[in-house]
């Protein structure tokens, strides 16, 4: 690992402790003014790195950039690789690309501050602009069949509803089967995509996609995501991405022990209850929403009465 990052990684651990030159250039095993050459860099790059007069050197407590070095600060399991992008086509292809070329650890994950071709459901993209959202993809080795990814979905669900409401201090909704509603709008997404073996049905590693929408982009929402699409904070909200990321990638590691539906997936269900239309190729039909069985199926009465049990589905909400 190079100074920077060591140095970077150090700060992240101590945010808002002074930490002397010598200190850090001892622990560093580097000179000072190498411990210099790194905080000008680490300057350059945007981070707010005060000097203090016979104390040393603190990363403000009001940073708020990705790195891999500050995720890794807040993951309980260490061995996960990390990977951070300013701009990215795709957090799941790149990880999914890494995965097929070599066995990366159980949780790594890829997080970017802007993707240009985030993945949405059926080949959609997810709109990721850049310093409003937090865009992140994790490695699992989940020891499950195809037929069982509903639970990975779930869990992942589950996961962000946490982080969000240790982080940021919201409450989010979970719309059956992968998105989280707040105020009857979309605010996050969730994409999990598995390669499996053909023979035996057994998935060999899965991808989880999470977008966030944080904040409310600059000029506000595209044409089609205006009015449906919504946001976590305000401006005037801080929260720490880094620390919102290993929070999401740790809640989701402990879900995916699990062989179930986690319960607190059916209880932040908003659909029970509601007209939804699902959405089945080129056409779509009106349901009214029963429950959610605890295997994740939702039971759906049709409008002739008849009673439905689906599997998964496109399904957008009656307001």
């Avoid at 000008?40 to 707010?48: A, I, P, S, T």
């Avoid at 997810?126 to 310093?131: H, Q």
């Avoid at 409310?216 to 044409?223: A, D, L």
């Amino acid at each position: 690992m190079a100074t920077k990052s060591k140095l970077l990684e150090m700060l992240e651990k101590n945010r808002g402790v002074c930490l002397s030159g010598e200190k850090l250039a001892q622990q560093l095993g580097v000179s000072r003014a190498a411990v210099w050459k790194a905080i000008k860099q680490l300057r350059e790059e945007g981070y707010e790195i005060c000097a203090v007069t016979n104390k040393g050197y603190t990363l403000t407590e009001g940073n708020d950039i990705l790195s891999s070095e500050a995720i890794r600060c807040f993951l309980e399991h260490g061995e996960a690789e990390v990977q951070v992008f300013q701009e990215i086509s795709s957090t799941s292809q790149v990880l999914k690309q890494m995965a097929m070329e070599k066995k990366l650890p159980h949780g790594s994950v890829v997080a970017a501050n802007c993707q240009n071709r985030g993945k949405g459901r059926k080949g959609r993209r997810f709109y990721s602009p850049g310093n409003s959202g937090l865009y992140l993809s994790v490695l699992l080795y989940p020891q499950k069949t195809a037929g069982e990814s509903l639970t990975i979905t779930a869990a992942a669900a589950v996961a962000v509803c946490r982080a969000v409401e240790a982080c940021c201090g919201k409450t989010l909704g979970i719309k059956w089967v992968n998105d989280l509603y707040l105020h009857e709008k979309k605010v996050c997404g969730i994409l999990t995509e598995a390669v499996t073996d053909f023979e035996t049905g057994d998935i060999e590693f899965a991808v989880v996609g999470i977008g966030l929408n944080l904040y409310e982009p600059e000029g506000g929402f595209p044409g089609e995501l205006a009015g449906k699409a919504g946001n976590i904070l305000q401006r005037d909200e801080n929260v720490d991405r880094n620390r919102l990321a290993g929070c999401i990638v740790n809640e989701l590691l402990k879900e995916i022990e699990k062989n179930e539906i986690p319960k607190e997936y059916i209880q932040r269900n908003i659909v029970p209850g509601r007209w939804i239309l699902i959405r089945q190729g080129e056409t779509s039909r009106r349901v009214k929403a029963e429950r959610i069985l605890e295997d994740g199926r939702l039971l759906v009465i049709r409008e002739d009465g008849e009673k439905e049990l689906l599997q998964n589905g496109d399904v957008s909400l009656e307001l």
